[in-house]
Every structure is written in C-alpha cells, then in structure tokens.
C-alpha cells in the first residue's frame, strides 16, 4: 500500500490507460438508500420501489455474496499489480441511515491528480465517503503532497433539492438548482475533457461545482443524452480503448457522442444485443445495462460478469480480451465493476 515517493497516489486523465491503483467497494450492512419518492419513482425499477424506505436493509444471503464477489474482483486486480485500497469491513450502513460501501464511484473521481468527492443529491449518501472513505482519502493525501483531495463541503448538505419554489428550471429532472449536487458517476475522463450528463442526480450548479474544482487545463462538456430516467453514464458509454467506445443506443445517438471534438474520429459502436433482466438475484436498482459497467484494465483486457457470454463474445471480436468475475449479486445491490471501483492511477 505504500508507493515510493515518485508514484503518484492519484493521477488519471482517461478510462482506458494501464490502470495502477484503484479502490474496489465493500458492501458492509447495505441498505436500500431511502430517498424521496419522487426521486425514487424517478431512478429505480418500478417492481423495487416499495423496498426503498428507511431501514430496509438488502437480504443477508446477497450481501454476504457480494462480499465475496467484492473480494474476488479485488484479489483479481491485485494479481495483476494493481494497487488495490479497500474500505473498512462492516460497516453498518443499518444504523447509519445509509446505502452502502460498495459504490465509491458514484461519490469520487479523480482527474488528472485532483480527487473529487461528489456533492451528493441523496442525503442518506451525505456521509458515505466519509464514513468507507475518509481513512484512504487521507492516506492517498499523505502519500503524495502533488494529489489534491477536495472533500464535500458543508454547504452541500442543505437538504433543499426537492423543495418545490426553487423548481422553476427543473426542466426534466426531479431536483433544482437550489445547491451543487452531483454524483462522479455521471462523469468520464476522456483527456483534458470530462464528459457528463445532466440527471436526477447531477444539475448546473453541479456541473458548475465540479468544473471550478478541475485542474487547469481541464473542462467539462455536457452530452445530449435521451434518457429520462438518468442517474450515472456508466451503462450508456464505456470506452474499450483510446479510439473505440460502446454505448447504449437505446439512451445516446452516434451523432450525440460524435458531436465532441474529443470522440470526432473514435470508432462508436452500438451495443448490438437486448440485455436480458436476470432472474435472481433481482436487479433492484438497476436496468440490465450494466453489461456496459465493465473495468477496462489497459485498453486490451475487461473484467466483465462471469456469466455474460454474449457480452464477452463481443469484446472479444473488439480486441478486447475478457476476464470473468463473478459478480451478479454485487449487480443486485445497485452496480456493476465501474460503480464498484475507483481509478486512482492510470499510466
Ligand atoms: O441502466 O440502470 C445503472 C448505472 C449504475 N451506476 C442503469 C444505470
């Protein structure tokens, strides 16, 4: 866990360069987040909604199995020397009114050496990266005087998103603009260039938030984006390699994703196949698109669900080779390898 003084604790500028560190979740005592209804109605499968309330904690059995899930995708990481930095085991999110551990990159992305934490919209999320997160975001700190944490500002906490006489811009979304909220998720690094999406999560003073905290040099660039239901791009795009993205042609156009200078030449290529909702575990908070949450390690090997076929099959004809890990209960608890990670290095 300790690197020599001349390597860097956080440094990534893309998706797809040979990463070298990382942060890979724990699911502690996971809950069902508890947020208002319409922001629940708004994001989550419709059959769930009911489970989304205060202490409603996951069942023991998925929780216990995404745990070893967790722990298999961290020890495949490890072996392939990968710095891998872990949250503290157990946490109750039970007693903390909170979600879980085991999707840090909805609340942290790092760019260039900066690592952002998310300004959260859902307060039962206020306090996750403090609580799973604030040990290692110190020891990434102490590690490396050139990284720069920027931790969530109090003001953030204001619990003022759906009040109803600040809507008037809410446009499509369930919350306003009454403070900066976004979540990480719901951002890609494509060089100098963040490319995001507006959603029930992130709004402009959001955006605004996360460009003033950017490097020099750095600039965020919204897509166009038809989904009305969005919460996190990472089941819309997924660049493979540097020159070669997949995305969800069901949530974003070609011409969408072609219209940033940054993607002009990439070869785009349209997830070819329906994904099919699995029978059990139940995805309770996701759509089966998370076939598009993988990990690319260096821009030649995915990790991808172990179960996935059609999926590895079509990495494989991309020039991708395809590492399986199980993964489907993590699935069920609300992500998939992107959500459950965080890169901190990437060469
Ligand atoms: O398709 O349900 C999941 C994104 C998880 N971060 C979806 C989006």
Same mark, same amino acid.
């Given at each position: 866990?300790?690197?020599?003084?001349?390597?860097?604790?956080?440094?990534?500028?893309?998706? @797809?360069?040979?990463?070298?560190?990382?942060? @890979?979740?724990?699911?502690?005592?996971?809950?069902?987040? *508890?947020?208002?209804?319409?922001?629940?109605?708004?994001?989550?499968? %419709?059959?769930? !909604?009911?489970?989304?309330?205060?202490?409603?904690?996951?069942?023991?059995?998925?929780?216990? $199995? *995404?745990?070893?899930?967790?722990?298999?995708?961290?020890?495949?990481?490890?072996?392939?020397?990968?710095?891998?930095?872990?949250?503290? $085991?157990? !946490?109750?999110?039970?007693? %903390?009114?909170?979600?879980?551990?085991?999707?840090?990159r909805d609340g942290l992305i790092s760019v260039g050496k900066t690592l952002i934490?998310?300004?959260?919209?859902?307060?039962?999320?206020?306090?996750?990266?403090?609580?799973?997160?604030?040990?290692?975001?110190? &020891?990434?700190? *102490?590690?490396?005087?050139?990284?720069? !944490?920027?931790?969530?500002?109090?003001?953030?906490?204001?619990?003022?998103?759906?009040?109803?006489? %600040?809507?008037?811009?809410?446009?499509?979304?369930?919350?306003?603009?009454?403070?900066?909220?976004?979540?990480?998720?719901?951002?890609?690094?494509?060089?100098?260039?963040?490319?995001?999406?507006?959603?029930?999560?992130?709004?402009?003073?959001?955006?605004?938030?996360?460009? $003033?905290?950017?490097?020099?040099?750095?600039?965020?660039?919204?897509?166009?984006?038809?989904?009305?239901?969005?919460?996190?791009?990472?089941?819309?795009?997924?660049?493979?390699?540097?020159? +070669?993205?997949?995305?969800?042609?069901?949530? !974003?156009? &070609?011409?969408?994703?072609?219209?940033?200078?940054?993607?002009?030449?990439?070869?785009?290529?349209?997830?070819?196949?329906?994904?099919?909702?699995?029978?059990?575990?139940?995805?309770?908070?996701?759509?089966?698109?998370?076939?598009?949450?993988?990990?690319?390690?260096?821009?030649?090997?995915? @990790? @991808?669900?172990?179960?996935?076929?059609?999926?590895?099959?079509?990495?494989?004809? +991309?020039?991708?080779?395809?590492?399986?890990?199980?993964?489907?209960?993590?699935?069920?608890?609300?992500?998939?390898?992107?959500?459950?990670?965080?890169? +901190?290095?990437?060469?």
């Amino acid at each position: 866990m300790h690197p020599s003084s001349s390597t860097p604790s956080v440094h990534a500028d893309d998706e @797809v360069s040979p990463l070298k560190a990382v942060i @890979v979740g724990r699911a502690g005592r996971a809950c069902f987040p *508890a947020a208002p209804p319409a922001m629940i109605a708004a994001t989550m499968p %419709e059959a769930h !909604i009911h489970r989304f309330k205060p202490k409603s904690p996951f069942p023991d059995n998925i929780i216990e $199995k *995404a745990e070893a899930e967790l722990d298999c995708f961290a020890a495949i990481l490890k072996a392939e020397g990968i710095r891998v930095y872990r949250p503290p $085991k157990g !946490i109750d999110w039970l007693a %903390e009114n909170g979600y879980t551990g085991a999707m840090p990159r909805d609340g942290l992305i790092s760019v260039g050496k900066t690592l952002i934490e998310a300004p959260f919209a859902w307060p039962c999320r206020s306090r996750e990266i403090e609580l799973a997160y604030g040990d290692i975001l110190k &020891e990434l700190a *102490a590690e490396d005087s050139h990284a720069r !944490i920027v931790r969530r500002p109090e003001e953030t906490f204001a619990n003022t998103l759906l009040d109803e006489d %600040e809507s008037d811009e809410k446009g499509p979304w369930v919350i306003n603009n009454s403070r900066p909220a976004f979540d990480a998720a719901d951002f890609m690094r494509f060089g100098t260039v963040i490319l995001g999406q507006y959603s029930h999560v992130t709004n402009q003073a959001g955006v605004d938030y996360l460009q $003033k905290h950017l490097p020099e040099g750095y600039r965020v660039e919204m897509l166009e984006v038809n989904d009305p239901n969005a919460m996190h791009i990472d089941a819309t795009i997924l660049p493979l390699r540097k020159g +070669l993205l997949v995305y969800n042609p069901k949530k !974003i156009t &070609e011409a969408a994703l072609r219209a940033h200078e940054v993607l002009k030449n990439w070869d785009l290529r349209p997830y070819p196949f329906i994904p099919q909702e699995p029978t059990e575990p139940p995805l309770y908070m996701t759509s089966p698109w998370l076939s598009l949450n993988a990990l690319v390690l260096d821009g030649l090997r995915i @990790v @991808v669900e172990a179960s996935d076929d059609i999926t590895v099959e079509w990495y494989e004809q +991309l020039g991708m080779t395809c590492i399986r890990c199980p993964f489907k209960h993590v699935n069920s608890i609300g992500g998939s390898f992107h959500c459950a990670t965080v890169d +901190l290095v990437r060469e």
